[in-house]
């Protein structure tokens, strides 16, 4: 089992490498679920790590231009697309995109032109299809349609507020993948979930594993904590997820 960090600069990704994650998800703004790192910041994380571990951490940017809904428009889609081609010929090693249809279906349309433009820049790029899998009427059933696309991963609670939650679906989605995609649990996933995920065959874990630092310099654990707060990597959460995925 593998373990992903979801970072928002290079505090985190300093931390996740140091604590021994195998990938970062790197993005910006996750109060508002995440959106794409700038280029600039690809670039520090990319510095940042390269010195730790002997230099193996592999950073898979978000893919997403604006908050809200998974629903794009062309102009969502083309903006989306320049942000991959960059991004990957920064070094990422892969990307994590998505798309919904109307009726919170995959926009399988969307998904492989989001695809196609990142295997155009780098044939070897792993694609991760987000959250945005949990809104569909049925993630489980979405798996096959990740695997004709060529996705190499999913991220989903399950279609639940919580991965430990939604472990059922998770087990069926592991089910259906039958080896061809891997499944990663994520969302709300606590570190006493992680055993669990491990037992139903889940092939990753990803955490936020975040603390909001308050002006006084304090910690507000995870909840919001103003707005002159800001969010950081928690070393300690991260080094009990790595305990645990080790523990299996």
């Known amino acids: 089992m593998k373990l992903e960090i979801a970072v928002v600069g290079v505090q985190g990704a300093v931390v996740a490498a140091g604590e021994g994650a195998d990938r970062i998800e790197l ?15 690809m670039e520090s994380c990319l510095d940042a790590v390269a010195g730790i571990g002997g230099g193996s951490m592999e950073i898979h940017p978000l893919i997403r231009c604006r908050p809200g809904d998974f629903r794009y428009s062309d102009d969502d889609l083309a903006t989306m697309v320049r942000e991959i081609r960059a991004l990957l010929a920064q070094g990422a090693h892969g990307v994590v ?7 919170n279906e995959l926009d399988l349309d969307a998904a492989r032109r989001l695809a196609d433009a990142a295997r155009g820049t780098n044939p070897d790029a792993e694609l991760t299809f987000h959250r945005a899998v949990d809104e569909t009427p049925d993630p489980a059933a979405a798996v096959g ?3 004709e696309l ?14 430990g939650t939604g472990l059922p679906v998770l087990s069926r989605m592991v089910r259906s993948a039958a080896g061809q995609l891997q499944v990663m649990a994520g969302g709300g996933l606590a570190i006493g979930d992680i055993p669990l995920m491990r037992q139903a065959g889940v092939d990753a ?40 995925v080790d523990a299996g």
């Open 97 to 103: 995109i998505g798309a919904l249809g109307a009726g």
């Open 145 to 147: 349609q990740l695997v």
């Open 205 to 244: 874990v990803h955490l936020s594993a975040k603390r909001i630092v308050t002006p006084d310099g304090g910690g507000s654990g995870s909840a919001g904590g103003g707005p002159a707060s800001y969010m950081v990597t928690d070393r300690e959460i991260v080094r009990a997820a790595r305990r645990a």
């Open 150 to 163: 060529g996705f190499t991963r999913v991220l989903s609670s399950g279609g639940a507020a919580d991965a």
């Open 27 to 41: 993005c910006s703004a996750l109060e508002l679920g995440g959106l794409t790192p700038s280029q600039g910041l």
